[in-house]
């Protein structure tokens, strides 16, 4: 939320991330299985607004450390896309439960975007969990507000309120935690669900 | 070095506080006068201005809604709109507002709504026709924009002393040129004095509201374009919603003048869509200008 002098000003200015806190779902990962069930699913990814610029400019630069970052990692596949709102994913793939390889490339990438001044347009991480029923969770890093929220897709479409809400449970108290639910935005087509 | 591009920015925030406190005096002349009468008139003046502020915060979001025969919609009818809506709240921190869509031909949106709770981005069904999603994502950004430097409060604040200026011009001429009883005439006579004020008022306030009309614009853009880190794409909505509303006939461009017919209603009509507001906006070159430097900032991985 911007400043009272940079509303009264009339520019208030995308914010920088916190990076850090992501690091806070290693031990929260524990509690989230010992009470709902869910272990890590290996994945993760990072969405991003992809900036305006040609392949000199600053944003490609930053998109060329990213695929050398990635590429160097061994064992790990990364992949790109991008979505139908045209922002772009980065998607990490590793074994399942291997959370902190995960939360290490997500952090990889978004020091990458923040230390080329693009922090601001970096939109979310995500971290994915499976349980053996075949259920799905993500716990999602929003990094402008600093804050996790839970995001589970039902099966029959629509969101799984309850799952959301244990997993709030679970977890709400080790990590900062979005309160207003009217925040936990819907990703239905991350790629790390 | 600071590059010229930096320099105009500076340009257009310093301009932004004289227009502020050219404002505030402008109020402090609004009320001066019954403060001279007696204290207890100029205490009364200022209540009497506060209650109308007051109340066209509380109400003018769905006045404005109203007018445009806008219809709020859910995320399960429009997803498209709401996912981009809320990516651009994950963005900025803002809380997420309503989204409404109103049933028109030409493209245009706005933002209405003083409190942040009720806050609201309307775009038009016309506009929706002919913009990409990346158009449609600057065109949303710049009316969230707008609700980031809530400037349907400015724009509140900066328009009512024009609107008090014309409402007692009419009123008081109405009465004396009336056909009226030979009371309301008198009436009329007694209240000459705050004619006199208005007369003396209303060109200045009107120039002043409509000056920081352009500014605020200006502001938005700008805003709206480092949200989105695409300028290219605010440059294309503009033009193109530009010229359509060039080409578009007259009838069409009168289903849009509620909206401006509402002086004091704190709909931010994105109004480059709508040629009678033409004034409240800065021509599309400038506006078009200012993004490019907007574009050679991200370029050079400066904020």
């Given at each position: 939320m911007p400043s009272f002098g940079d509303v009264v000003l009339g520019r208030a200015r995308p914010a920088d991330p916190d990076?850090?806190?992501?690091?806070?779902?290693?031990?929260?990962?524990?509690?989230?299985?010992a009470m709902t069930g869910f272990v890590p699913s290996g994945l993760g990814s990072v969405c991003f607004r992809t900036v305006d610029g040609g392949v000199f400019d600053a944003f490609a630069q930053v998109q060329r450390e990213l695929r050398r970052l990635v590429a160097t990692e061994p064992g790990a596949t990364a992949e790109?896309?991008?979505?139908?709102?045209?922002?772009?994913?980065?998607?990490?793939?590793?074994?399942?439960?291997?959370?902190?390889?995960?939360?290490?490339?997500?952090?990889?990438?978004?020091?990458?975007?923040?230390?080329?001044?693009?922090?601001?347009y970096l939109l979310c991480s995500l971290t994915g969990f499976a349980r053996p029923d075949g259920r799905r969770l993500a716990l999602v890093y929003t990094h402008v507000s600093g804050t996790f929220y839970p995001f589970a897709p039902a099966a029959g479409g629509g969101r799984d309120d309850a799952l959301e809400d244990q997993a709030t449970e679970a977890v709400g108290a080790d990590l900062p935690f979005e309160r207003d639910r009217a925040r936990w935005f819907p990703l239905w087509d991350a790629p790390a669900i | 070095m600071v590059p010229a591009r930096y320099s105009r920015e500076r340009g257009l925030t310093s301009r932004v506080v004289l227009t502020m406190v050219l404002l505030a005096v402008l109020y402090g002349l609004l009320v001066t006068p019954f403060f001279q009468v007696s204290t207890l008139w100029g205490l009364a003046a200022v209540a009497a201005v506060a209650v109308l502020l007051t109340a066209q915060f509380r109400y003018?979001?769905?006045?404005?809604?109203?007018?445009?025969?806008?219809?709020?919609?859910?995320?399960?009818?429009?997803?498209?709109?709401?996912?981009?809506?809320?990516?651009?709240?994950?963005?900025?921190?803002?809380?997420?507002?309503?989204?409404?869509?109103?049933?028109?031909?030409?493209?245009?949106?706005?933002?209405?709504?003083?409190?942040?709770?009720?806050?609201?981005?309307?775009?038009?069904?016309?506009?929706?026709?002919?913009?990409?999603?990346?158009?449609?994502?600057?065109?949303?950004?710049?009316?969230?924009?707008?609700?980031?430097?809530?400037?349907?409060?400015?724009?509140?604040?900066?328009?009512?002393?024009?609107?008090?200026?014309?409402?007692?011009?009419?009123?008081?001429?109405?009465?004396?040129?009336?056909?009226?009883?030979?009371?309301?005439?008198?009436?009329?006579?007694?209240?000459?004095?705050?004619?006199?004020?208005?007369?003396?008022?209303?060109?200045?306030?009107?120039?002043?509201?409509?000056?920081?009309?352009?500014?605020?614009?200006?502001?938005?853009?700008?805003?709206?374009?480092?949200?989105?880190?695409?300028?290219?794409?605010?440059?294309?909505?503009?033009?193109?919603?530009?010229?359509?509303?060039?080409?578009?006939p007259t009838a069409e461009l009168r289903e849009l003048r509620p909206l401006n017919g509402l002086l004091t209603v704190p709909a931010r009509a994105t109004g480059r869509a709508v040629a009678d507001l033409v004034s409240t906006h800065p021509p599309v070159e400038v506006r078009v200008r200012r993004l490019t430097e907007v574009s050679q900032r991200l370029a050079s991985g400066r904020r």
């Open positions: 990076l850090d806190a992501i690091f806070g779902l290693v031990p929260a990962a524990a509690a989230l299985e790109y896309s991008t979505d139908a709102y045209g922002c772009g994913w980065v998607l990490t793939r590793h074994p399942q439960g291997a959370l902190e390889r995960v939360v290490n490339d997500l952090h990889a990438v978004n020091a990458t975007f923040d230390e080329g001044g693009f922090g601001p | 003018a979001d769905n006045v404005a809604l109203w007018a445009m025969d806008a219809r709020e919609v859910s995320a399960a009818e429009e997803p498209e709109l709401h996912g981009l809506v809320e990516r651009l709240c994950m963005s900025s921190g803002l809380p997420k507002p309503r989204v409404a869509v109103a049933d028109t031909e030409i493209p245009n949106a706005f933002a209405a709504g003083c409190r942040r709770d009720r806050a609201v981005v309307c775009v038009t069904t016309g506009l929706r026709e002919r913009l990409d999603v990346a158009e449609l994502e600057s065109v949303l950004a710049h009316e969230m924009a707008h609700l980031a430097h809530r400037d349907v409060v400015v724009a509140t604040i900066a328009g009512f002393p024009a609107f008090c200026g014309g409402l007692i011009i009419t009123t008081v001429s109405g009465l004396l040129l009336g056909e009226g009883r030979l009371a309301a005439r008198l009436a009329g006579v007694v209240l000459l004095p705050m004619v006199a004020l208005a007369v003396l008022l209303f060109p200045l306030s009107q120039l002043l509201n409509l000056a920081i009309s352009r500014q605020r614009e200006l502001c938005a853009d700008r805003t709206g374009a480092l949200l989105t880190g695409r300028p290219a794409a605010s440059s294309a909505a503009l033009t193109k919603i530009c010229a359509e509303i060039e080409s578009a």
